[in-house]
């Protein structure tokens, strides 16, 4: 039976509109904060260019791994209570940090705070479904993203920051901090479930599984997806080590503030909501790649302003190709749409994962300009698959 209308929050103040922008934020403060201070702990930790790189694939990977399972646990136990445990899970093996002494202690951690992850990203989505409706839900939404694409930006932002006036190991102490105080904050902000209905049909969500993982379409988003952030992350993390060594020699704060470019996702976002539905999602894609792949052959240039203005560029290229992409997915996929989600983001984070893996590996035998080919690869893959799976009327 529908809920009847005054259930619904269609006029959610500016404090529960704050709460959910802190879901987003706190759902990612952890998961690339590492990436602005990567030249330090390959020195302290004494680690490889491919074990440096993989700190930030484990995590991840380990989103990958999980996101598909924790939609179907929360529709069995809620949605409030695992949005909130699992901020305060993040927390704790970020307080672990200060204790790590190898590299490989490092990666165990990152693997668990990826674990948590999901947690609150699938489940956050799922919640706002329910609990609001129409254009107050989109507002929601939009709200949540925007957090997220904050919390980004500010992990890397502050964590680099703070390494510049104390230890790397006691700034992963007040991350933590931050972490625990986010989980009250959630906790006491956010209201309490009113529409969830608990599903348990573990049979039912297997069989929608075994449909989604044989449909086409959730195929090419998938394998399009593994290329995007393939690409996102390999540019993101080995740009660090590339701009600390000769001749830039930049600083862990000067690294966390090349992150600002994150910030255009909160304008191209919407934007790409209006462009899209005028060309179409197969053009807006292959557009895209081609501007994302534009500027991250322009990293190649000498000057360090014209590497952040090529950052830019293959960061907004990136963000309208992540959006187009999940309109593919709600347009072609009308059952499981959740799960769907969930299978479309395990290939992203795969995609994650291994681009930290091989970049890595690119870096250490070719530098810099070794790295940029296996980029332009990944995103001529991810072209290749845009122009030959999705159907041109798209």
């Not at 390999?234 to 503030?257: D, M, V, W």
């Not at 309208?320 to 989600?341: D, E, K, N, P, V």
Request: overall charge positive.
């Amino acid at each position: 039976m529908p809920a009847p209308s005054d259930e619904f929050n269609d006029r959610p103040g500016q404090l529960l509109k704050l709460t959910m922008a802190l879901v987003g934020v706190f759902a990612f403060i952890q998961v690339y904060s590492i990436q602005s201070i990567l030249p330090q702990l390959q020195r302290d930790l004494h680690a490889s260019v491919v074990e440096i790189g993989n700190s930030v694939g484990m995590t991840v990977l380990a989103v990958a791994l999980i996101s598909p399972f924790v939609g179907m646990l929360s529709d069995a136990i809620g949605r409030k209570w695992l949005i909130v445990g699992s901020v305060f899970a993040l927390a704790v093996p970020t307080a672990l940090m200060p204790l790590v002494e190898t590299v490989h202690g490092l990666l165990i951690l990152r693997f668990l705070q990826g674990l948590a992850v999901p947690g609150v990203s699938v489940v956050a989505i799922a919640y706002i479904g329910e609990e609001f409706r129409g254009s107050t839900m989109v507002r929601i939404v939009t709200v949540y993203v925007a957090g997220s694409v904050l919390g980004g930006f500010l992990g890397r932002f502050i964590l680099g920051h703070l390494t510049e006036y104390m230890a790397w190991q006691s700034a992963f102490g007040v991350m933590a901090v931050l972490n625990l105080a986010g989980a009250v904050i959630v906790w006491r902000g956010l209201p309490d479930s009113r529409h969830f209905v608990a599903n348990a049909r573990f049979r039912s969500s297997m069989a929608t599984l075994g449909q989604l993982l044989r449909n086409p379409a959730l195929q090419t988003a998938c394998a399009l997806g593994f290329t995007v952030l393939f690409a996102l992350i390999g540019l993101f993390t080995f740009i660090n080590l590339h701009l600390a060594a000769e001749p830039y020699h930049f600083s862990s704060g000067q690294l966390a503030n090349i992150f600002s470019v994150y910030l255009l996702g909160v304008v191209v976002t919407p934007l790409a909501g209006r462009i899209i539905p005028r060309i179409g999602v197969r053009r807006a894609i292959l557009s895209m790649l081609a501007v994302s792949a534009f500027g991250v052959m322009l990293t190649l240039v000498r000057p360090s302003w014209g590497i952040v203005v090529a950052l830019a560029i293959a960061a907004c290229g990136t963000f309208i190709t992540q959006s187009a992409t999940m309109s593919f997915i709600a347009y072609r996929i009308t059952h499981g749409r959740s799960l769907a989600s969930g299978l479309y983001y395990s290939a992203y984070y795969c995609g994650g994962f291994t681009g930290a893996w091989l970049c890595g590996v690119a870096y250490a035998w070719g530098g810099w300009t070794g790295t940029v080919a296996v980029l332009l690869a990944a995103q001529a893959l991810g072209g290749l698959i845009a122009w030959r799976f999705m159907p041109a009327s798209t």
